[in-house]
Every structure is written in structure tokens, then in C-alpha cells.
């Protein structure tokens, strides 16, 4: 076999292409790892020299032997193969691989290799280049980069014999350069409409041009955008032309065009995005001027929220075009709207213009609306025979007049001034209480509102007088009439009520349904004469029952009258309801056929014909279930509009009527296609039905649209696959409407089947989607494959020995062809020196096997570090972040430490943008530290070269910002109610990131309710509302809510909380005794007792007692009632508020006397009767007389001694017993004689009756309070001390915010450290030693409160005021007390013009008050400052002087038109060659804009000033004009030239 050999040469360049060369004169690229193929790929028997220059410089080279032969085919194939497939790549890894940088900034690039088969690399560039180093990380840096085009190259040199070739790999390397100018260039700049004009942008010195945009604006409006059609790299200067054509229209009318125009150069994502703007180039445009005319209305009249043409009333004529006609009101320009209401009247400006043409004039606007709902109209109670006045306003346009409808009109005076009603009862009488109804109408309408005029009741243990006067309890049925009318004796029965007797008390009939009497009943007969019932008809006499209609009498009021001797009376109420069905019952959504989950659905439930509507209550079901609302509404008639002055409640009325029931629902998933409905419930009390009448409507189905959520139940995370087997995978998910649901993998493939099931054949990652219109939801499906290795393992044996089969029988054939068929014996083989052959049998012939060999002398990679080799990956990295992650707030400061634990550490880096430090040699540990970071996202890396090898690791940075504030809030201003949902709304402004940001509602340490805000993947700061549904429960009440925002970072920081500042809630509840059950109580007459009435309640219950024989009982805050008490009976304690009122009873009786008692009073009787009968044995003479001498008594003498009467004390005065006569004879000073006739009387009868009847005389009730008066601040000391002048038994004070305080001393004081009891009545009451025995004295005590603030605004305006118009002023006091003592001034700069009193007002407690103060300000109140002070006159026990709080000044800016202090035409004589002055100064406001005509000649820049000032002005009549947007004035003057006169000789 002959062997032919043939030499090709090649060169390479530098890498990583390569240039080859061959004999055929073919040069072409082949990549690097392709080289080590081109021995075993190219023909056979070729020699192929390689060589590669580095420059122009021959480095190496080397050649590859081949020797034809068809043994070696397999061989170099196999080989071949396995060099392609071993990864012959090149592994250089470019950080960055593309920069972009600024020209003449440094920049850096880092080249790191992980393959260990390479033993460096290097950098090959103009600037910075490197060389071979023998690292396997290398930086590329230069600190300032001038060049414009360069293409720096990281090459790899491997390891010798390592079967790597050398490769490199080259980064993009951008250099820009901004515009060192930019400016625009123009063949003109004066355009006209229609005409065009060339422009240029000018730029100068930018690069690179292919990343440079132009665009043109024309203002803020981009009307060009273009891209430089230029290719060159480096500094380039060009121009962007553009044509613009000017095109006027009505809306877009200039008198100037400013273009500009900007260059961008977006060098994103690398770079930066930068923009530039050139100068304004400002073009005129000529207009041709036209004479316009604005024709107007001077006034104009508008219905209020109703169409108009107001905007229209204005029209302009002349000019050939449409002029634009703009309207100004106050100054300021506005868009009128459709409909306009009460604050758009006023004067408006209307401005035409066409071109520079401008006029304008004035129109009055005037709206006319139906009156507002009435103001300060309330309910009042009064005392009888005091005056009354009733205010009733209302505002309107036309001035609404007034009428009312009252229950009489005498002694009624009615008075209407300044468009307000006053109607005033001079003399309060009974015949005047009742309803009270004012009318406001107007030629738009009418409006009303009822009150209620009553008397005050009685103080407890006081009885009113039919004729309305109030008397002591005590006093009736005392046998004389207190009264005057009797009435005291006629009602004194067990409560002093009628003595009548309603059975059934209340009557409760259906319509139309079976009737039922009613019967009426004296309980006494005294002076009873006849009995009659009273409807709204008139009297039935003589009639005890009452019978009802059911089918008419709706409202019959019936009362049963109780006639009495002497033309008394008394009547009774019947407490009757008739009550109807409602005939249908309908519920119904609003407004929506389509809902959304969390959203709130408004359903309506409409009753039709029901009575009586304020009985009815209203239920919502779902299904069967009884469900409670989100919020509720009150019911409202259904035939109420809503815009409706009037009230849309039902109130009281008992006819039947319409009503309407609405309610709001969160919805929910679970009230898609539910069952809702409403019921209608009459709850008529006690006396009704024993179960409430109700009527349930149809249920209504909603249509709720919620998003899909995926059943995971049924779809595992990981399902195994086996070979050969499929899998079914089942996705199901439950939306509205129902989600369309597709499969696709996680590679970003196609959807690879639609529906719920799929089946997979093979394993990976499958993601199930469902989607509707609302949103979507994924689930990802991992199916992992599972072997059955026994098959596996056989098909392996299998394989091999059919491989192994293949090998031999290719190698025996070509044995055979090459032997013919020999034999040979490979026992003893001897081994050929030189070419490792086998001798066979002493023959030295070739055996058809080679040995491959190579010399690694001519190895031209020997030293490149290429190997393309495959490594084993590193499955751990030896680098440690200490920490390994870190939370920062945004500009704080961030620093790591991160350590290498490998010995084979050739060096260690940073790469980030902020603290990178590049690659450090011969260290094993290296620091991050960034001063200020100020990125919201960053990603700093550290990285470490070993031994051939390069590994990474991430720090995990996490940027963070604390709220700026959080804030907390109800959107309802008014006080929550017991058992209705509430909103509470939490606002955090500005806080990063928010995704980890949780909020909690909280009530002091209790959490309410917490969310996260993880919807959001943002990390810059954001702002966002969170909202919180809580229930109103009494516990609420008081309780101060507050926000709390958190970031939470983990593990890495615990960061404070943000709290926002505590809200305080308010709920109202009804009053709830603390102890709710009845009390009796068993106490002896006289004892003292407690009676504990204390309720809880918001708004503070106030609670009245009914005490029976008492005459004045505490009312007001005191809850707790402790006195003597004398008499037994039912003492009745009511705690009201504005939510209800309840009552306690409380039973006395007297407790049964023990025998002990009664022994006691025996025994002192028995001891006084001994004591009597000695002392008469001793000293009662036979005729019944005392003498101390009975022996030398004789009849018919008188004693010559003192006779004392026995246990008589000298204080008897005279009386007469039976038939006895007693006289006392003061004969003897000091001593008391005593003459007693008797006849017919025992000896000792008058003795007993004579002490029985002895009475003591007694002084008045005397206590003196020092001071009288108290005046105390709120919060402050006070101390009141109460003086008896005679003895006194037991002296104290009752007072509802202290413990009561008794002494028996002659004095007792009141003292409060700090007084904050805005009701507080201290009552000082003595028991004294004689008659009256019990009397009290009330305090008078003021407590007052400066008012908080005092403000003064302009009412529904903004902005400066216009002459001549109305203005209202209003001034607001906030929280002061007491109000009847408040006095409001209104000073116009320091002169006062109005003050206000509040002496009506009764409240002692804070309140907010206010004043209106109507202006009309003219040129004089420009600048003018208007203030208010609030000023307490609490009397000489006050403040002195008076407290006083003064509001910051308002400062009135009038807009007027212009005036000339001299209107009048002006004549001026010009003196030849003097100068000439006109003054046309104006006083405007705004500042008056001056025009002369005709215009002096020649023209100056001052020509458009007030005085103008020329010695160069011709004779001739000149025009002054001063303008402003509300009116312009002329003034005229004319200009003589002056003669001179002869001269005398």
C-alpha cells in the first residue's frame, strides 16, 4: 500500500475568526473550534501546516501528518466527533458585554473565564489593552475614552496539551457625546395664514447620530418627528429642515407661533435617555384687522338648573370670520355650563375677539331658583305668659313671601322684613300651644316646615292647672282651690291624673277587619256627672264604649271626657292603630343588571299601600336566611322626589302610603344567582297581634361577577408520569362569567389544548390558566417522569453487546482483507521501538493498528489556556455574604463583607453600580460599602477567580422608605349609630416597597383588622387607601382608633411601626340601666334612703324623677337620688337621650314595726300616767286647781303663790280644755299665776290635754350663699360656702359631680378642683330645728369657655369681590359656652357696623355659632379689612374686662371699573416750544390699561402710559382711553397752540 502526502498552509488572524489560505487561492472564516477538526476532517494523506499572527507577527504553528489509508477512516471520524461534541466553545464571560459611556469618561469591563484548561487571558485595544496575563478574571479599563470607534477584544490562551484552542469574544462599546448647541435657523419670521416658511435645527458636535431623534413643536404641541439620515461615527454637525405652513382657525387664532425643537438621544437600556430643547423661535402672524361690534343684554334672566341660552345671548357683528367670544366673571375666565344655579349670578365680562380685535361688554346675570329649605324655625318650649318669637327664612329668587297656619292668631303678630318672617306671641296662653306651619313661596315654588309650640312642664313635685299654672303637689286635695279653675281638687287622684279608666287601654284593629268597643269608666264618683267620647267629630254624650270604624277611621283621635260638678273636666286618650297589609311587597336592584365581587349592591324594597308606615319594619333574606345589610337606609315615601324640600320620611301618619326601603350589600361570590328578598314586618306592640303581620316579596337573582379561582383538590402540584403511559390532568375553576380554560408549558410554548383535560405524554412544567372579562388565574402542574429501570438496564446490556458485536466484526473484516486470510499467534508479542508495532511469529510485518501519538513541542495551544475539555460544574460556590441580605432606606448606607473559603483563591470583586470595586488579586475577602444608595433597585454581586474556575454570589439588597404620614378617617362626619356598619379608611402616603407593607386597624393594643397591600409589585414609593367595614357597637363608644403601617422586611430589620393620630368615635346608643330590674324597698318612715337610677347612654342620659308628696326633686344629670323619705308610694326614674328614653320604678313601703318598738312607747306612756297621778295626790286641790300650798288653800280665793301647771314649762301660751278656763297672771315678775275654773271636769282630764296641745312658734328658712354668683372657667377651681342665721340641724350640698356633703355645723362648703360639669345645679338644703324645717337654695352658677377660634369667610366665593354686587359675610365661633352671654361685632376697619346677641339660646354647654354680615362693597372697601370679635359678658362676677377673641381680618380685594378723578374734557394751551402735559390717570382694579387716540406722532415707548408728556404734540383733540375686564372710559383733550401777543413799544 503506497502512502501520498500533500502540505496546505493556513493562516489565522487574530481570534476568534481565523483566515485560512490554500493553494486554490480560496481564503474563508471557519470558527475556533473548528480547528482541531481540519487534521481528522481533511482528505487523507494531507498535510496541513496552521499558523496565526498577532499583528503582523508569525507567532506559532503547526503541522498535522496524515497518511492516506482506509484503516484510519474510523478512527479519524470517532475522533472528530467527539472533539465537535465535547464543547469546543469559548468561555469568556463579559461584564458588561455592552457600555455605553460618555466621551472622555472612564469605563471598565470585566473578562472572567471559568474554564480551568485556559492558563490566562488578555485585552487586545488601542487604548487600555493588556496583553497575556496569566489570570482568568482581567479588567478592561481607561480612564478617559477619546476614541470614537472601538472594539476592544478579550482573548483566552489555553493550557498546554489541554486540546483547547485560543478564542475571543469583543464587547460593544458605545462613546456619545450631547450637543455641544442646538438652534433653529428660518428664511423668515413673519408668516401669514396659508403661507410656509423654511426652518433648520442646527446641532452641532453630537455622536452618535444613529441614536439621535429631532422632533418640532409648535408650543407644547409636537407637530414633526424625523431620525438624521447619517451613518457617521464620531462628532457630527447637521440640520433638520422642516416646512411649516401656518393655518389659522376660530379655536386656534395666534398672534405669535413659538417652534422649538428637541434632539433625543435614547441610548437605553445601557445608557441614559437624554433630551435637549433650542431656544423658542418666535414667529409673527400677520392678521388683517376688522371692525367688530359685540351686541349684548344688559341683564338676563336663567331658571335654575334648567337649560338656557345665556351663552348664546351674545353675538358679534361684522368681520369676515367667526370672532371668539370668551366670558370673565370676578376676573377670572369660565366655561358656562348647561344648566346654572343661585352662585353663577352675577356680572359677567364678555370678551369678542377677532385677530387683535377686541371688545367686550358687561351683562347681568340673574337665576331665579324656588325657595331653600326654611332656616332657623325650631321647636321651642316656653313658660306661660312669656313672649315668644318665631324666625322662619328661607331663601329664594324671586324674595320668597311668607304665611303661616297657627292654632289661633290672638295676641299673634306677624312681621316680614329683609325677606325673613317673624311671628311673635305676645302672651304665651294655653290656647297657643300646638303646630306651627310656615309657607315660603316664591313664582318657583313653595317649601314649609312645622314646629311645635309647647308649655314647660312642671318641675317634679309640681302640678300643672288646667289654666297652665304650676302648684306645689301637696296642695291638692287640700279642700281649697290653688288653682282658680278647681282643678286641683278635681284631678287629685292617686298620680293626679284624670280619674277615668280606659278599657283596653290600646286598641290594635285590622283594616277592614272585625271590630272591637272600647269602654270608659270613672274610678271615683266625686262630683262625677257624665261621660262622652270625643273624636275629630263631635262629642257622643252619654256614651261609655266606643266602637270603631275599620274601614274608615284612619286617624279618629278618640278621647273619653270626664264631666264634673261645677263645669270641670278631664280627658283620656285612646291609644288606637288601625293597620293595614301591604297589598304588594317588591324588591328590586338599582340601576345595575351586572355586579361585581366587592362591590356594593343598592336594592330597593318597595311596599305599596301599607299603614301605618312608622310601625313598619323592614327584613332582607337570602334564600331563607335572615341577613343583615351593610348599611341601611331610612325608609322614605316613594313618591317623594329626591330634590324634594320637604321631608321624604314617613313620620307619623296612619294613612296608608307607599314606602320605600333601601339597603347595600357587599357582595360576594355567594350571591351570584341567590335568592334575595325583603319582608315587611308590622310591629304594632303589646297590644297587637301576638305574631307581627308580615308580607315577603319575591326574590330577586343577582348576576355577581367575580374573578376565577382554580380547584387545586382535584389538581395535585407534582403528578408522575410513567413511560409508555399517559397522564390526564383536570382543571377546573369556578368564575363569573365562566372562565375559558386553556394548558401550556412553562417554556413560553404555544397553548397546547383548550378546555379543562388534557393529556400529557411527556414530563415538564404545565401551566392551566383561566380566564374571564375580570381577570385571570395559573396553575403550574410539574409532571415529573418516573422509570421503570428494569427495562432500562436490559435495553443498556442489550445495547453494549450489540455495540461491542459491531466493533469486532469491524475490526475482523479489515483484518481479514489486509492477511488474506493468515494466521497469526499474539503470544509473546514484541513491541517495535520506534512505532510501537506488533511482531508476529518473527515476521516484521505491520499489524493494521496505529498508534496515535502527539508531540506536545508543536502544539500551537500549548500555552493559550483553550481547552474545550467539559469540566465538571461546581455544584457549591465558597463564597460567604456576611450579611447575606440587607434592608436599607433609600440614601442610607449598605456594607458587606464577603469571604472566600477556597485555598485556590486567585482573587475576589464587587460588580455594582454604586461601591463596585472590579477585580482585587491575592485577597480573600472583600467589602461593600455604598455611602448614599440611591436606587430603588440594585443587585450587587460578588464574585471570586479560583484555579481555572470563576463562581458568583447575589447580596440580596432591599430598599426601603417610611411613610411620610398615615392618616386615618370616617368620609361620614356624623356620630355612628348602635348596630350599623361603618367605613374606617386608613391612608399611607408614600412608603416603599409596598408589596411587603401590612395595615392594622387597631383600638389601643387590640388589633381590628389587618390586609397587606401584596397586589402591588412596585418599589418606589407609592400612596394608597385601605378600608376597614367594623360594626358600631356601644364599645365603640369613646374608643380612639388608629392606623398602623408596617413594613415588614423578615428577618433582615425590625422597623417601627407608623401609627396615625387616634381617631375618636362616637356612637349613640340608647340609655341602659346598670341595674335594669324594678326595685322595692322596705325602709321606716324617715330613713334615709338611696334610689340608684345610673344608665348608660350616648348622648349622656339626662334623667327626671316623679317622687309622690315631694315638691322639688333633682332633674338633670343626678342619677343616684338620696333624701329622707316620709311617704311610701312608686318612685319613677327616666334616663332619655336623643335615642330613647327608659324608666325604672321603684316601690317604698313601710317595713313592718317590731314588738321591741311598741314595748318602748307602752312603757313611757305607763311612766308619764305614774308620774301624773303622784304629782296630782300631791298638789291638785278638791276643786281641781294647782296650788303648791294645798293645806292652806281656800275656795273661792286665789293663791297667793305661783301655781305651775304639771310638766308645764313657763312657755305655754293660753288655751281651753272642755269646759276649763286657763288665765295667767303676771302680777309678780317672773312668776306665772294661773286661775282655773272648772265645772263638770274629772280632776285630772285637763292636766293631759293641756301639755297634748302645747305648740312652739318658729322663724323663716334663712341660707345665705357666699358668693351668690359663681362665674368659673371650664376646667378651673371653684368654692361656694352656704351660711344658716338660724340653728340647724343638718346643713349640706347636693350636686351631681360630687359625693353629697352634710355637716351640722352653721356652715358647709361646695369646692371643685376642676370644674367640668357643663349642667351642674349645686343645691345647699338645711333641716332645721323649727319651721319650715326643709328649704333649699340653688346656686347660680356659670360655667363659661372662650371660644376655640373665630373665622370670617367670604359665603360661596373665591377670589376678588366685584363692585356693586351683594356679598354675605360669615363669621364662625367654634366651641363656646355659655352662648346666651356671647356677643358677635363686626368692625369694618375699626368702626363697628353690626353685632349679634344669641340670647335666645339657651344651651349651657359648647356650642358653634354664626353671623352673616351683607355687603355691598364699592371702589372705597378696596383694601378694606372686615373682622369679627366674639366677645363673653359673663356680668361683674366675670372676667374683667370681658373675654374677647378677635378672627385674622379679611381683607376685601374690590374689583371696579375704571373712574377719572376728573371726567370732564380738558382744554390745554401748548405754549410754542414748551412742553405739553395730558394726564389721563384712572383709579381701576384692575390696573387700567391706557390707549391714545389718534397715536402721538412721533410714537414713544411711554405712549401707552396715563400721562403723556411731549413738547412735539400737534393741535387736534385726543381720545384717552382707560380700560379693564370690567369696563372701559374715555376722557378727551384738546390741545391749542398759544399765540403770542403784541409787544408794546
Same mark, same amino acid.
Given at each position: ?304 338648573? +334648567? &337649560?338656557?341660552?345665556? @351663552?348664546?345671548?351674545?353675538?358679534? =357683528?361684522? $368681520?369676515? #370670520?367667526?370672532? %371668539? !367670544? ?79 297656619? +297657627? &292654632?289661633?292668631?290672638? @295676641?299673634?303678630?306677624?312681621?316680614? =322684613?329683609? $325677606?325673613? #318672617?317673624?311671628? %311673635? !306671641? ?1120
Amino acid at each position: 500500500m503506497h502512502t501520498h502526502t500533500r502540505t496546505h498552509t493556513y493562516q489565522m488572524n487574530t481570534p476568534p475568526f481565523l483566515s485560512l489560505s490554500r493553494s486554490l487561492s480560496r481564503s474563508f472564516f471557519i470558527e475556533p473550534s473548528l480547528l482541531l477538526d481540519i487534521c481528522a476532517m481533511h482528505e487523507s494523506g494531507t498535510q496541513v501546516e496552521l499558523s496565526w499572527r498577532k499583528g503582523i507577527t508569525q507567532e506559532r504553528g503547526f503541522t498535522c501528518h496524515r497518511e492516506m489509508g482506509e484503516r484510519t477512516t474510523f478512527t479519524r471520524l470517532l475522533l472528530g466527533f467527539l472533539l465537535c461534541t465535547s464543547g469546543a466553545c469559548c468561555p469568556i464571560e463579559l461584564s458588561p458585554p455592552k457600555v455605553v459611556v460618555l466621551h472622555g469618561d472612564p469605563v471598565s469591563i470585566n473578562c472572567s473565564t471559568s474554564d480551568p484548561m485556559y492558563k490566562g487571558m488578555g485585552w487586545e485595544a488601542p487604548l487600555g489593552g493588556t496583553g497575556l496575563k496569566l489570570v482568568h478574571h482581567l479588567t478592561w479599563s481607561v480612564d478617559s475614552l477619546t476614541t470614537w470607534n472601538i472594539s476592544p477584544m478579550c482573548f483566552l490562551s489555553p493550557v498546554a496539551n489541554s486540546g483547547r484552542v485560543q478564542c475571543a469574544k469583543r464587547p460593544i462599546v458605545v462613546v456619545y457625546s450631547p450637543p455641544r448647541n442646538i438652534s433653529i435657523q428660518a428664511n423668515s419670521s413673519v408668516i401669514k395664514d396659508g403661507e410656509a416658511i423654511q426652518v433648520g435645527c442646527v446641532v452641532n458636535n453630537i455622536a452618535p447620530i444613529q441614536n439621535v431623534t429631532v422632533r418640532w413643536y409648535n408650543g407644547e404641541k409636537v407637530i414633526m418627528e424625523r431620525r438624521p439620515e447619517l451613518s457617521t461615527k464620531g462628532l457630527v454637525n447637521f440640520i433638520l429642515g422642516h416646512t411649516y405652513q401656518y393655518s389659522q382657525s376660530f379655536s386656534e387664532m395666534q398672534q405669535f407661533v413659538r417652534l422649538r425643537c428637541e434632539v433625543v438621544m435614547d441610548l437605553t437600556p445601557e445608557g441614559p435617555y437624554l433630551n435637549f430643547f433650542s431656544p423658542e423661535f418666535t414667529v409673527t402672524v400677520e392678521h388683517d384687522f376688522e371692525d367688530i361690534e359685540l351686541i349684548c343684554p344688559n341683564n338676563y334672566t336663567v331658571v335654575e338648573d +334648567a &337649560p338656557h341660552d345665556f @351663552n348664546r345671548s351674545c353675538y358679534v =357683528e361684522g $368681520g369676515s #370670520s367667526e370672532a %371668539l !367670544i370668551t366670558w370673565y366673571k370676578d376676573g377670572e375666565q369660565v366655561e358656562l355650563s348647561e344648566t346654572l344655579t343661585r352662585f353663577d349670578a352675577g356680572q359677567y365680562v364678555v370678551v369678542a375677539t377677532l385677530f387683535s380685535n377686541t371688545v367686550n361688554a358687561t351683562v347681568d346675570l340673574n337665576v331665579v331658583y324656588p325657595p331653600s329649605p326654611i332656616e332657623e324655625l325650631e321647636d321651642v318650649e316656653v313658660e306661660l305668659g312669656s313672649e315668644v318669637y318665631l324666625k322662619c327664612s328661607s331663601r329664594g329668587n324671586p324674595r320668597p313671601e311668607y304665611s303661616w297656619i +297657627a &292654632p289661633t292668631f290672638q @295676641n299673634v303678630v306677624q312681621v316680614n =322684613e329683609d $325677606g325673613i #318672617s317673624r311671628l %311673635l !306671641i305676645e302672651n304665651m296662653a294655653s290656647n297657643h300651644t300646638g303646630d306651627y306651619k310656615c309657607h315660603a313661596t316664591n313664582e318657583k315654588g313653595t317649601v314649609w316646615k312645622k314646629v311645635t309650640v309647647s308649655v314647660k312642664e312642671c318641675e317634679p313635685g309640681w302640678f300643672r292647672c288646667t289654666s297652665g299654672t304650676c302648684i306645689l303637689s301637696h296642695r291638692m286635695c287640700d279642700g281649697e282651690d290653688h288653682c282658680g279653675d278647681g282643678s286641683d281638687e278635681l284631678l287629685c287622684g292617686e298620680h293626679h291624673q284624670c280619674p277615668i279608666r280606659i278599657h283596653p287601654e290600646s286598641l290594635v284593629l285590622q283594616y277592614k277587619g272585625e271590630s272591637q268597643n272600647a269602654t270608659c269608666m270613672f274610678t271615683r264618683s266625686r262630683k262625677s256627672r257624665a261621660i262622652a267620647w270625643h273624636e275629630r267629630d263631635p262629642v257622643h254624650l252619654n256614651e261609655t264604649t266606643w266602637t270603631p270604624d275599620t274601614h274608615t277611621d284612619w286617624d279618629p283621635a278618640p278621647r273619653c271626657t270626664a264631666f264634673f260638678q261645677g263645669q270641670k273636666i278631664c280627658q283620656k286618650p285612646l291609644n288606637f292603630t288601625l293597620y293595614k297589609m301591604p297589598d304588594s311587597v317588591a324588591v328590586r336592584p338599582v340601576n345595575e343588571e351586572i355586579f361585581f365581587e366587592g362591590g356594593l349592591c343598592q336594592l330597593h324594597c318597595d311596599i305599596t299601600n301599607v299603614a301605618p308606615a312608622q310601625s313598619l319594619v323592614v327584613r332582607w333574606y337570602q334564600g331563607n336566611r335572615s341577613i343583615e345589610p351593610s348599611f341601611r337606609e331610612p325608609l322614605r315615601l316613594a313618591d317623594c322626589l329626591q330634590d324634594s324640600n320637604m321631608s321624604c320620611e314617613p313620620g307619623v301618619t296612619r294613612m296608608p302610603v307607599n314606602v320605600s326601603a333601601s339597603a347595600s350589600f357587599l357582595l360576594n361570590r355567594t350571591h351570584h344567582e341567590a335568592a334575595l328578598s325583603c319582608e315587611a314586618l308590622l310591629e304594632l306592640g303589646p297590644a297587637g297581634p301576638r305574631l307581627s303581620p308580615s308580607v315577603k316579596s319575591h326574590a330577586v337573582s343577582l348576576s355577581v361577577h367575580y374573578k376565577p379561582i382554580i380547584n387545586t383538590a382535584k389538581l395535585p402540584k407534582v403528578v408522575p408520569l410513567f413511560r409508555g403511559y399517559p397522564e390526564e390532568l383536570v382543571c377546573e375553576a369556578d368564575g363569573q362569567p365562566p372562565p375559558v380554560i386553556y394548558w401550556s408549558n412553562s417554556q413560553g410554548k404555544n397553548s397546547l389544548e383548550w378546555g379543562s383535560n388534557i393529556t400529557v405524554l411527556e414530563a415538564g412544567r404545565y401551566v392551566c390558566t383561566a380566564v374571564n372579562s375580570l381577570d385571570s388565574a395559573m396553575y403550574e402542574v410539574e409532571v415529573v417522569p418516573k422509570e421503570d429501570y428494569l427495562p432500562l438496564i436490559a435495553g443498556f446490556v442489550a445495547a453494549t453487546v450489540v455495540i461491542i458485536s459491531a466493533i469486532f466484526l469491524f475490526i475482523y473484516s479489515i483484518y481479514y482483507k489486509n492477511t488474506k486470510m493468515r494466521r497469526y499467534s499474539l503470544k509473546n508479542p514484541k513491541l517495535s521501538g520506534h512505532n510501537a508495532n506488533v511482531a508476529h511469529n518473527g515476521w516484521d510485518l505491520q499489524f493494521p493498528m496505529t498508534k496515535l501519538s502527539f508531540d506536545s513541542s508543536s502544539d500551537p495551544f500549548k500555552d493559550s489556556g483553550l481547552r474545550c475539555t467539559p469540566q465538571p460544574a461546581s455544584s457549591t460556590c465558597p463564597l460567604e455574604i456576611t450579611p447575606p441580605a440587607v434592608a436599607v432606606p433609600f440614601g442610607g448606607t449598605v456594607s458587606a463583607l464577603c469571604e472566600s473559603s477556597s485555598p485556590q483563591v486567585k482573587g475576589m470583586g464587587w460588580e455594582s453600580p454604586y461601591g463596585g470595586t472590579g477585580l482585587v488579586k491575592g485577597v480573600s475577602n472583600i467589602t461593600l460599602q455604598i455611602d448614599s444608595l440611591q436606587r430603588w433597585s440594585v443587585h450587587p454581586i460578588c464574585f471570586v477567580n479560583l484555579n481555572g474556575s470563576q463562581c458568583t454570589k447575589e447580596l440580596n439588597v432591599t430598599v426601603y422608605k417610611m411613610p411620610d404620614n398615615v392618616t386615618i378617617s370616617l368620609r361620614n362626619s356624623e356620630p355612628l349609630e348602635e348596630g350599623k356598619n361603618f367605613m374606617v379608611y386608613c391612608e399611607v402616603n408614600q412608603i416603599a416597597p409596598i408589596h411587603q407593607v401590612s395595615i392594622k386597624l387597631l383600638n389601643g393594643n387590640k388589633i381590628l383588622g389587618e390586609t397587606w397591600a401584596n397586589q402591588s409589585s412596585s418599589i418606589k414609593p407609592v400612596s394608597k387607601t385601605f378600608s376597614f367595614i367594623q360594626n358600631a357597637t356601644r364599645e365603640y363608644n369613646g374608643v380612639q382608633l388608629h392606623c398602623e403601617a408596617k413594613i415588614d422586611l423578615g428577618p433582615l430589620q425590625d422597623l417601627p411601626a407608623t401609627s396615625s393620630k387616634p381617631l375618636q368615635l362616637i356612637v349613640h346608643y340608647p340609655p341602659t340601666f346598670s341595674q335594669p330590674e324594678n326595685e322595692t324597698l322596705a325602709l321606716s318612715n324617715g330613713d334615709q334612703m338611696s334610689l340608684n337610677c345610673s344608665a348608660s347612654g350616648e348622648p349622656a342620659p339626662q334623667y327626671s324623677w316623679k317622687i309622690p308628696h315631694m315638691s322639688k326633686v333633682p332633674t338633670g344629670t343626678q342619677d343616684i337620688f338620696n333624701s329622707s323619705f316620709k311617704y311610701a308610694g312608686t318612685y319613677e326614674c327616666t334616663a332619655a337621650n336623643s335615642r330613647a328614653a327608659v324608666t325604672k320604678y321603684f316601690t317604698v313601703t313601710e317595713a313592718p314595726r317590731g314588738r321591741t318598738t311598741l314595748a318602748v312607747v307602752l312603757g313611757v306612756f305607763l311612766a308619764v300616767a305614774v308620774v301624773l297621778a303622784i304629782l296630782g295626790f300631791f298638789f291638785v286641790t278638791p276643786q281641781g286647781t294647782f296650788s303648791c300650798n294645798k293645806g292652806g288653800f281656800t275656795p273661792g280665793r286665789p293663791v297667793s303663790g305661783p301655781v305651775w301647771g304639771p310638766l308645764c314649762p313657763p312657755s305655754i301660751v293660753p288655751c281651753r280644755v272642755g269646759q276649763a278656763c286657763v288665765t295667767w297672771d303676771l302680777s309678780y315678775p317672773g312668776l306665772l299665776h294661773r286661775q282655773v275654773n272648772m265645772a263638770n271636769v274629772a280632776p285630772l282630764q285637763w292636766i293631759v290635754a293641756l301639755c297634748m296641745f302645747c305648740s312652739v312658734s318658729g322663724d323663716g328658712c334663712s341660707l345665705i350663699l357666699k358668693p351668690a354668683r359663681a362665674v368659673v372657667g371650664f376646667g378651673e377651681s371653684v368654692s361656694v360656702s352656704c351660711e344658716a342665721t338660724r340653728p340647724v340641724r343638718v346643713l349640706g350640698w347636693e350636686s351631681a359631680i360630687s359625693a353629697a356633703h352634710t355637716q351640722r355645723g352653721p356652715s358647709v362648703q361646695w369646692k371643685v378642683d376642676s370644674l367640668i360639669d357643663w349642667i351642674e345645679e349645686p343645691i345647699c338644703y338645711g333641716v332645721f330645728f323649727s319651721a319650715p324645717r326643709q328649704c333649699e337654695e340653688k346656686l347660680n352658677l356659670v360655667l363659661y369657655k372662650s371660644p376655640d377660634s373665630v373665622t370670617i369667610t367670604v359665603v360661596n366665593h373665591t377670589g376678588p369681590m366685584v363692585a356693586g354686587k351683594e356679598y354675605q359675610l360669615l363669621c364662625e365661633v367654634q366651641n363656646v359656652a355659655p352662648v346666651q352671654y356671647l356677643n358677635l361685632r363686626w368692625y369694618r376697619g375699626r368702626n363697628e357696623v353690626y353685632n349679634r346677641s344669641f340670647t335666645d339660646l339657651t344651651s349651657p354647654s359648647p356650642v358653634q355659632v354664626s353671623s352673616i354680615l351683607v355687603i355691598t362693597p364699592s371702589q372705597a372697601d378696596d383694601g378694606v379689612r372686615y373682622s369679627c370679635v366674639a366677645e363673653l359678658e359673663l356680668g361683674p362676677e366675670g372676667p374683667q374686662p370681658p373675654l374677647t377673641v378677635t378672627s385674622v381680618p379679611l381683607r376685601a380685594s374690590v374689583y371696579f371699573p375704571p373712574t377719572f378723578q376728573s371726567p370732564e374734557a380738558e382744554i390745554v394751551d401748548v405754549p410754542e416750544g414748551g412742553e405739553t402735559t395730558l394726564n389721563c390717570t384712572a383709579a381701576g382694579n384692575p390696573a387700567p390699561v391706557y390707549s391714545w387716540q389718534p397715536e402721538p406722532e412721533p410714537k414713544r415707548e411711554d405712549d401707552q402710559q396715563a400721562v403723556l408728556a411731549s413738547s412735539l404734540l400737534l393741535p387736534g383733540t385726543y381720545t384717552c382711553t382707560a380700560s379693564n375686564v370690567l369696563g372701559k372710559k374715555t376722557k378727551q383733550f384738546t390741545v391749542k397752540a398759544k399765540s403770542k401777543g403784541r409787544q408794546k413799544v
